[in-house]
């Protein structure tokens, strides 16, 4: 049985009005909300799409709530947004045995996904910045003992292990417009 967690996502990007149909009816079949607690947001025209769009960093954007998606997840609309290449920021809570997540998904990539705590916040490996700081201070012992280039290629492998933890730098997420809107796409 799947774990029921709340859920959020954003979305933005430029919509072709056939996009923006389609989307309408995937949102309609998610039962998703424009706030926590309210009922199912149900847009019948591109214009209601528009206007529920939400201040979101530096970009207006369609925002989504659930507080019962199944796994954190939005299956069916994170498909058709995929499939359709419009980018978008999910964030699952996490519950129960499931760990929150992060995904931020902009077309031409892959989603990247970054595990989080129950305050949103990215979780990293310990033992592996455990093992980035030993190094570190080895490199720095080397240099106080004028071992310049093992220092530095130990840096350098210290640096390319702290890189592998991270995430890869994703743009950030556009405004949501839809070709051919009378609405300002501001």
């Not at 995929?82 to 978008?88: E, G, V």
């Not at 455990?130 to 492998?157: F, M, N, P, W």
Request: hydrophobic residues 35%.
């Amino acid at each position: 049985m799947a774990e029921r967690v709340a859920a959020q996502i954003w979305i933005g990007g430029r919509l072709s009005a056939e996009d923006a149909d389609e989307l309408r009816g995937v949102i309609d079949t998610e039962g998703v909300s424009l706030d926590w607690g309210d009922g199912p947001f149900r847009p019948s025209t591109s214009r209601d799409l528009l206007q529920a769009r939400a201040q979101h960093d530096d970009s207006r954007v369609l925002r989504l709530c659930d507080d019962q998606a199944s796994w954190g997840e939005f299956d069916q609309l994170e498909s058709f947004l995929q499939a359709h290449a419009i980018p978008y920021t999910r964030h699952g809570d996490g519950g129960g045995s499931y760990n929150g997540e992060i995904v931020e998904y902009r077309p031409g990539t892959d989603p990247v996904c970054i595990p989080v705590d129950t305050n949103g916040n990215p979780i990293v490996d310990v033992e592996v910045v455990r093992r980035v700081a030993k190094a570190l201070d080895t490199a720095i012992e080397q240099l106080d003992a004028g071992a310049v280039r093992k220092a530095a290629s130990r840096l350098k492998r210290a640096r390319k292990s702290l890189r592998k933890q991270l995430p890869p730098d994703v743009p950030p997420l556009p405004s949501l417009e839809i070709e051919g809107s009378e609405i300002d796409h501001g």
